[in-house]
């Protein structure tokens, strides 16, 4: 069966099923689409839009029609990187501790304006208001370390030159000009103005192409950083479809940053090569959690809650593959499907739903078609498998998968939604090997008592972030350290260092003094070579570096 087959069976598969999670009801009173995304509101963010056309975003709760927002032509894109261009330069002339503050208000405009945004996420998205506040969480960690950190990483840095105190070098780190960034709607505040921060503070322009569907979160970022004291007009955003406007943005810009599907990834990423300019990508993950022979159960059930049905799995960096010690299995499965059963679903603007629903019809779909596949071909359904459209239309439970093998596609295709695959395991070794069986590598759980052994475990595995005794959390909210993928799941990382410099071009300037690198004082050629032997001899029994 192809991956885009449905399989006959169906409808069927899925109407015999029975929904058993509990339903979140909405307190009274409480906030509607209506009363957040006003015409005003809509009127308000798409004022800084270049899109002469008409385009239409929707809201997953319900399946109704968000907002109208302006389209993006080419030509529109051309104007946008115009006016970016223009203004990047005197951005980049701006002192870095003044760009810093900007971010550092940005933070606090966050935090204090997040009943906004986290109903903006909510309507755009379709996440429960908790998985929203995570990415309030992501937003203000980033903005804070880039805001006090960046003049330490864009210092510039003295090296000890090819002679030493003769040459003189510094290495300095210059903007690129204006980034091109391409963005999902996962995590549409996070993954677009989270990565924007630093090539703002960098001294770059950004000409952002979010994803239609969440325009309005990158564009109230957008109003906020303005506000934070930002330069409208180093913050370009273009809206339209991806397979139109994404090229156009790639076409034209001095370095891009997308994140996304893998499949698009490489798309972005032969475009980029055939201009000869860098790119970042953030892409898919089918990431495994390993519940070792000695875990705390209890503790690893409720963190398999966390790290699978967060945002209903469609996060990047959520886990599909659930990997349990046998001696512990049906431990953990009994409390794992306990806790997954009791999840309450909920479409309203307040806290009190542990899961919302997933984005729309193309998700809801990938989700039945994994699951209806995998239970036709042997698997059995331990909690979910169903749909919830007496909720709204895009719910679907939260399910866990027992008996998945090849060739279901939920094995080995990235379902990005709220599913987990179980498999039983005796040794360790395999386990590893079957966790990094898999063309992805982005993020991957351990579970274990013993510290040392997790870490041990951790470095076997091939994932660019591995996260011990929890599911995603730490290693993404960590901004100090790079985050990203291995293997297709990504190129590049964002985040510490990495994550800043990406958007720079070194710079190395030599300072040649008293003497030049060639014969002189009258040597000829062969004495300045064997003056110039002796030296390097010299500087290795001095342990120069
Ligand atoms: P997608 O690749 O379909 O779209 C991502 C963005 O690219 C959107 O803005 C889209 O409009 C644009 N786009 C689409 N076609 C394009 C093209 N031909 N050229 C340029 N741009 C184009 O991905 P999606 O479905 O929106 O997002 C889900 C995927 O993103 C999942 O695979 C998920 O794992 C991945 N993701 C990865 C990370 C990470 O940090 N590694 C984070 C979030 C999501």
Same mark, same amino acid.
């Given at each position: 069966?192809?991956?885009?087959?449905?399989?006959?069976?169906?409808?069927?598969?899925?109407?015999?099923?029975?929904?058993?999670?509990?339903?979140?009801?909405?307190?009274?009173?409480?906030?509607?689409?209506?009363?957040?995304?006003?015409?005003?509101?809509?009127?308000?963010?798409?004022?800084?839009?270049?899109?002469?056309?008409?385009?239409?975003?929707?809201?997953?709760?319900?399946?109704?029609?968000?907002?109208?927002?302006?389209?993006?032509?080419?030509?529109?894109?051309?104007?946008?990187?115009?006016?970016?261009?223009?203004?990047?330069?005197?951005?980049?002339?701006?002192?870095?501790?003044?760009?810093?503050?900007?971010?550092?208000?940005?933070?606090?405009?966050?935090?204090?304006?997040?009943?906004?945004?986290?109903?903006?996420?909510?309507?755009?998205?379709?996440?429960?208001?908790?998985?929203?506040?995570? #990415?309030?969480?992501?937003?203000?960690?980033?903005?804070?370390?880039?805001?006090?950190?960046?003049?330490?990483?864009?210092?510039?840095?003295?090296?000890?030159?090819?002679?030493?105190?003769?040459?003189?070098?510094?290495?300095?780190?210059?903007?690129?000009?204006?980034?091109?960034?391409?963005?999902?709607?996962?995590?549409?505040?996070?993954?677009?103005?989270?990565?924007?921060?630093?090539?703002?503070?960098?001294?770059?322009?950004?000409?952002?192409?979010?994803?239609?569907?969440?325009?309005?979160?990158?564009?109230?970022?957008?109003?906020?950083?303005?506000?934070?004291?930002?330069?409208?007009?180093?913050?370009?955003?273009?809206?339209?479809?991806?397979?139109?406007?994404?090229?156009?943005?790639?076409?034209?810009?001095?370095?891009?940053?997308?994140?996304?599907?893998?499949?698009?990834?490489?798309?972005?990423?032969?475009?980029?090569?055939?201009?000869?300019?860098?790119?970042?990508?953030?892409?898919?993950?089918?990431?495994?959690?390993?519940?070792?022979?000695?875990?705390?159960?209890?503790?690893?059930?409720?963190?398999?809650?966390?790290?699978?049905?967060?945002?209903?799995?469609?996060?990047?960096?959520?886990?599909?593959?659930?990997?349990?010690?046998?001696?512990?299995?049906?431990?953990?499965?009994?409390?794992?499907?306990?806790?997954?059963?009791?999840?309450?679903?909920?479409?309203?603007?307040?806290?009190?739903?542990?899961?919302?629903?997933?984005?729309?019809?193309?998700?809801?779909?990938?989700?039945?078609?994994?699951?209806?596949?995998?239970?036709?071909?042997?698997?059995?359904?331990?909690?979910?498998?169903?749909?919830?459209?007496?909720?709204?239309?895009?719910?679907?439970?939260?399910?866990?998968?027992?008996?998945?093998?090849?060739?279901?596609?939920?094995?080995?295709?990235?379902?990005?939604?709220?599913?987990?695959?179980?498999?039983?395991?005796?040794?360790?070794?395999?386990?590893?090997?079957?966790?990094?069986?898999?063309?992805?590598?982005?993020?991957?759980?351990?579970?274990?008592?013993?510290?040392?052994?997790?870490?041990?475990?951790?470095?076997?595995?091939?994932?660019?972030?591995?996260?011990?005794?929890?599911?995603?959390?730490?290693?993404?909210?960590?901004?100090?350290?790079?985050?990203?993928?291995?293997?297709?799941?990504?190129?590049?990382?964002?985040?510490?260092?990495?994550?800043?410099?990406?958007?720079? #071009?070194?710079?190395?300037?030599?300072?040649?003094?008293?003497?030049?690198?060639?014969?002189?004082?009258?040597?000829?050629?062969?004495?300045?070579?064997?003056?110039?032997?002796?030296?390097?001899?010299?500087?290795?029994?001095?342990?120069?570096?």
């Amino acid at each position: 069966m192809t991956d885009s087959q449905a399989p006959s069976t169906t409808a069927a598969a899925s109407a015999a099923r029975a929904g058993t999670n509990p339903v979140a009801a909405a307190p009274a009173g409480a906030r509607t689409a209506a009363d957040v995304v006003t015409p005003e509101v809509i009127a308000r963010l798409t004022r800084g839009v270049v899109g002469s056309g008409r385009t239409a975003s929707h809201a997953p709760f319900t399946g109704g029609r968000l907002a109208e927002l302006p389209e993006s032509t080419p030509e529109d894109v051309e104007t946008a990187f115009a006016r970016a261009r223009a203004a990047q330069p005197a951005w980049a002339a701006t002192p870095v501790a003044t760009r810093a503050t900007v971010l550092l208000r940005f933070h606090d405009l966050v935090l204090r304006r997040q009943t906004e945004i986290l109903d903006l996420v909510q309507l755009e998205t379709g996440k429960a208001r908790l998985h929203a506040h995570e #990415e309030v969480q992501g937003v203000a960690v980033t903005a804070r370390h880039y805001g006090r950190q960046a003049a330490a990483y864009l210092r510039p840095k003295r090296h000890t030159g090819v002679v030493p105190v003769l040459t003189k070098v510094t290495e300095l780190r210059q903007p690129r000009g204006v980034i091109g960034q391409i963005t999902p709607w996962n995590y549409p505040l996070a993954l677009s103005v989270g990565d924007a921060l630093p090539a703002f503070v960098s001294g770059n322009a950004v000409v952002m192409k979010p994803d239609t569907e969440t325009a309005l979160t990158a564009l109230w970022a957008r109003e906020l950083l303005i506000e934070a004291g930002l330069p409208a007009e180093v913050f370009q955003v273009v809206i339209g479809d991806g397979p139109v406007v994404g090229p156009e943005v790639v076409a034209r810009a001095d370095y891009v940053s997308f994140t996304g599907s893998t499949r698009t990834g490489r798309d972005v990423a032969q475009r980029a090569a055939a201009r000869l300019i860098g790119v970042s990508l953030e892409l898919g993950g089918k990431n495994p959690m390993l519940v070792l022979a000695d875990a705390d159960v209890e503790k690893a059930a409720a963190g398999a809650v966390r790290a699978c049905f967060s945002s209903a799995g469609q996060l990047c960096i959520s886990i599909e593959r659930l990997y349990v010690h046998e001696s512990v299995a049906d431990a953990f499965v009994e409390r794992f499907a306990a806790r997954t059963r009791a999840m309450r679903l909920g479409a309203s603007l307040a806290y009190g739903a542990d899961m919302g629903c997933l984005a729309g019809e193309r998700q809801l779909e990938t989700v039945v078609r994994h699951v209806d596949e995998a239970v036709e071909k042997g698997a059995t359904l331990v909690a979910g498998g169903v749909a919830r459209p007496d909720i709204g239309p895009h719910f679907y439970e939260p399910t866990i998968l027992d008996h998945v093998q090849e060739p279901m596609a939920v094995c080995t295709q990235e379902t990005f939604g709220p599913v987990v695959s179980l498999y039983r395991f005796t040794d360790e070794e395999d386990a590893v090997a079957a966790a990094n069986a898999t063309p992805y590598g982005l993020n991957a759980s351990v579970w274990t008592k013993d510290a040392r052994r997790g870490r041990a475990v951790a470095a076997r595995l091939r994932a660019g972030t591995v996260n011990i005794n929890e599911g995603y959390a730490p290693a993404y909210g960590s901004v100090r350290s790079p985050m990203g993928g291995m293997k297709d799941s990504g190129l590049g990382r964002r985040h510490g260092s990495e994550g800043i410099l990406r958007y720079t #071009e070194a710079q190395t300037v030599a300072h040649q003094r008293l003497i030049p690198l060639a014969p002189s004082f009258g040597m000829d050629d062969e004495k300045y070579t064997a003056f110039m032997s002796r030296a390097l001899q010299a500087m290795k029994t001095f342990r120069l570096r």
